[in-house]
Each structure stands twice: as C-alpha cells, then as structure tokens.
C-alpha cells in the first residue's frame, strides 16, 4: 500500500473541504429578508471562519508531513483506493463537524444562541455524518432559530450537497490522474452501477459531465422555488440543495409541512424523483440517446416500482382522510412514497399518525433506494433486478435442470462473479439491519423495538426520519452517545455500499503481498 500518497491526497482533499467551509459566507449577500428579521451576521460567520482556518491548517501540516516526491509519482492500489475512499469520507464527517462545535461553544461573546448544550462533539459529528452521507437525521432538540443561525443551516443543506454528488466524484474531479485503484471505488458513485458502465471513456469526463448535470438539476430547482412560489432566495437554495441530494434538511422545524404549500410540495416531489434516476439516463437525454433510456432495465423498474407504491399508500389512505379524502391521500400519499422510496426524507405530513398497514410499507420499501448512479441511498434498484432475476432462473432451472441461461440486465449478460457479490451484498445488508437494532436495545433502555429497527433501517438506507420515537416530527437527540455514534457509523457504511468499510476491517487488507 502506498499510504504515504494516500495520506498525501487526503491532507489536499482536508486544503479543498477547508475552502468549502467558507462558502456560507454567501449568506451576507441574500436580501435582509432571509428570515423576516435583521440580526448581526457577523457572529454566526465566526465559526465557520475558524473552522476553515484549522481545516487549511490541518490540510496544509498533513500534505507537508506525507509529502515524498518518489512515492508521489506512484500509482494507487486498489488497497489503496479503499482505504482512500474511506478515509475521505471519515474525514468529510469529522471536518464538517467544526462549526456545529464552533456554534455551540461561546468564544468571545460570539455564540449567542448555543446549537447544542450537551454532547456537543457527539452531537456535532451526528448532524454532520447525517448531512455529508445526506441521511437527514437531526440530533437537533429543539430546532434552532433559524435567524440566530442562518450560516449554520445553510451549511447543513450545503453538506449534503457535497456528499450527493459523491466525495469521491469530487475528489476524481480535482485529482483526474488518481489512478486505476480509485476508479474501481468510484465506478458505482459515478453511474455505472454493477454492469461497469460508463457514459464515457474517461473517468475525468464521466465525472464533469455528472457534475454538470447536478449542478443543472440544483439551479432549476432554485429558480422554479423562487420564480413561481412564495420562497425567499434564501430557503429556495437550502431546499434545492438538499432535494437534489436526496438529503431532506430544511431550514424549518416540521419540514416542508411548515410550507404547507402544493405547489412547493409539487415542485419538489418532481425532483425528488428526478434525483433517483441514475445520471446516466441524463445524459442520454441530452446527448438524444432515447434508445438507451427505453432499454435501460433498471429505470423502467424504478418508475414502475414507484408508482405500485403510490398506488398502494394511496389506497391504504383512502380511509384515514375521513374529509377530503382522494385529495389529501394523493397529496400527501405521493409525496411521501416518492420521498421514502428515494431516501430524500422530506416530511409533509407526519407519516408515524397513519395506519399500521401503511407505516408497513413505507418501511418496507424505505431499504429499495433509487437508481445505481443516482444521489440516493438503500440497496439500489439493479441489486433487486438482479436478485429477482437470479431467483427466476434458479426457479426455472428447478423445472429444467439442463437449462443454459444468466441474470440479463438491458440485454447484457450479468457476470456470475457480479450475481455473487450482490448476492452477498444483500445478505450482508440484512444481516446488519438484524444485529444493529439489537445492539441499540441493548445501548438503550427506552427505546421500542420500532424506533430501534427503523432508526438503523433509515440510516443504514440514507433516509432520515423513522417512526415511533424518531418520526418526521421527532429528532435522534434523546439517543445515547454510544447509540449516536453507532447510527454515524451506519450511515456512512450505507453511503459507501458496506464493502468498501468492511474490507478495512479484515486483517489481510493490510498484509503485503
């Protein structure tokens, strides 16, 4: 392993996050009508001043330390590549951190309105692995007042902006000859998925060309919540951030239900399906490749699946909404399936209130996640179309045992290796979903058995909000710093697809040969 280049990329990724943390400052040149109040703005841009200042401080010491000009020149393992790939995004927590530390501490008389009053560093790493793996779980009890916090919040959106399109993207970008051993790590972040395949020759070019499609989807986004509904500039740009991500912070306490608005509901349910779909049907479109839109098997699966949902929390709604009925259920019914099925976690309503039997299918289709190569969470839809078929052929091979035949996805063969390792994937994903919320009853005394299962199954997935104690008008603050940091961990392992974590865990990962 090289670990000093390793180290060395990392220490410039730390001088790079370190310069992002100054882009809330942006928040001096919104109208003074950002929050319907006129407060000093200075004080809240104090932590993030600090924060940058030690990142760049921190980036520069590790770059210099690691620096060695023979090993710099050296390409990457794929060894390598794991432990970079998990190391960013460890870092990305930890960093991000700081100005929920940096607000919750009075330096100076600066901090007028502490974020958090205990826990503080648990509780700061929390938000902030929630905002860069764009879960949307909050530790946050009660939610702040957001003109006492305006830089802060916008940072929380703005994080999930960054893991959406994907740390390791981003670092592909800036660093465009990292070597093969990365690009391994990025092949599912970047819109391929298990079939390898990219809509470009490059990796360089798949990931600008991504990125322009992201940062197109956001813009769009910003200006229809601005141009056509009562959205100040500043919330519509938090909440296309997060939308776009598939992340679900707000700046209001109760979510996009404070809105209460239909047409913002509307708007944003339209991108939040839009962010599910893998950028590779982007591209596509625009290139003018409608033959590879319509063959493409897993997005014909992703529309289909979401609209069996819709249909069914419809139905099932159809008699909780004794006034109203098919209004408020197709309301609330689609926005809620499309923002559970893709991982986003915006709430318009809270679901905890609704029937058993809806709560029951919400949840189970909170683990399907959207498309490969898309900004959301869960197991993806081609590991369940691969996994479908898989289990099709085993049932006709049952009644034909001299049959020939493999898993086809778009009319491709699937790799018998490819079966296997998202065979293991899934197996390995139930596995954590079973043992996780065990040892969060066993951390907690007060916890039900349906907070603990879906506060794993909602942050191992990437979605935010549960149900019982952690429902979309709940928080996760109540849990302890063990259990806390246990979720922090869930969550990250669920943004970088459990095999890239847990080979750093195995022993001969670190062995030489």
Not at 63 to 73: A, E, H, Q, R, T
Not at 182 to 211: H, N, W
């Amino acid at each position: 392993m090289n670990l000093k280049k390793s180290t060395y990329l990392v220490g410039k990724f730390i001088t790079y996050f370190g310069l992002f943390l100054l882009v809330p400052l942006v928040v001096f040149f919104f109208p003074n009508n950002t929050t319907g109040q006129i407060v000093p703005l200075y004080p809240q841009a104090f932590p993030f001043v600090v924060s940058s200042f030690i990142a760049l401080l921190l980036g520069f010491i590790v770059k210099n330390f690691s620096y060695d000009p023979d090993l710099i020149k050296t390409d990457l393992s794929r060894k390598d590549g794991f432990f970079l790939a998990s190391l960013i995004w460890l870092v990305a927590g930890l960093l991000g951190s700081f100005p929920y530390i940096f607000s919750s501490i009075d330096f100076f008389g600066f901090v007028v309105d502490p974020i958090f009053k205990n826990s503080i560093i648990v509780n700061s790493i929390f938000e902030s692995v929630s905002g860069i793996t764009t879960t949307g779980a909050t530790s946050f009890s009660p939610f702040p007042e957001v003109q006492n916090h305006q830089f802060l919040i916008f940072w929380r959106s703005l994080s999930q902006w960054l893991g959406g399109i994907g740390i390791i993207l981003l670092v592909l970008v800036v660093f465009p000859r990292i070597s093969v051993g990365v690009m391994q790590i990025a092949t599912d972040q970047e819109g391929s998925g298990p079939q390898k395949e990219r809509i470009t020759p490059r990796l360089y070019e798949t990931g600008i060309t991504l990125l322009y499609i992201y940062v197109g989807l956001t813009v769009t986004l910003v200006s229809l919540l601005f141009g056509l509904s009562d959205l100040n500039l500043y919330d519509s740009i938090v909440h296309a951030l997060s939308t776009v991500s598939s992340g679900g912070f707000s700046s209001y306490p109760l979510n996009i239900q404070s809105l209460d608005s239909v047409l913002i509901e509307s708007i944003i349910v339209l991108f939040m399906f839009l962010s599910g779909i893998s950028f590779a049907i982007f591209y596509f479109l625009i290139s003018g490749n409608y033959r590879k839109i319509i063959e493409n098997s897993e997005f014909k699966a992703y529309v289909i699946i979401n609209l069996i949902i819709i249909i069914l929390i419809v139905f099932t709604l159809n008699k909780f909404y004794d006034f109203d009925s098919i209004y408020q259920s197709l309301r609330y019914g689609i926005f809620q399936s499309i923002s559970i099925t893709t991982g986003t976690g915006f709430t318009s309503f809270n679901f905890d209130l609704w029937p058993k039997h809806t709560k029951i299918i919400l949840l189970a289709f909170m683990v399907l996640g959207g498309c490969s190569g898309s900004t959301t969470g869960g197991v993806k839809i081609i590991r369940l179309l691969i996994v479908f078929k898989r289990i099709l052929l085993e049932i006709k091979r049952r009644v034909s045992p001299n049959i020939v035949s493999t898993v086809k996805i778009n009319g491709k063969s699937v790799e018998e290796e490819i079966v296997s390792g998202v065979l293991s994937f899934m197996v390995l994903y139930a596995g954590i979903c079973t043992a996780a919320p065990l040892l969060i009853m066993i951390l907690e005394t007060n916890v039900s058995a349906l907070t603990a299962f879906s506060a794993v199954l909602s942050c191992i997935t990437n979605v935010g909000p549960g149900f019982s104690q952690v429902n979309p008008h709940g928080d996760y603050a109540f849990f302890s710093s063990g259990s806390k940091m246990l979720l922090s961990f869930l969550m990250i392992l669920g943004r970088l697809e459990i095999f890239t974590i847990f080979a750093l865990l195995i022993p001969s990962f670190w062995k030489k040969y």
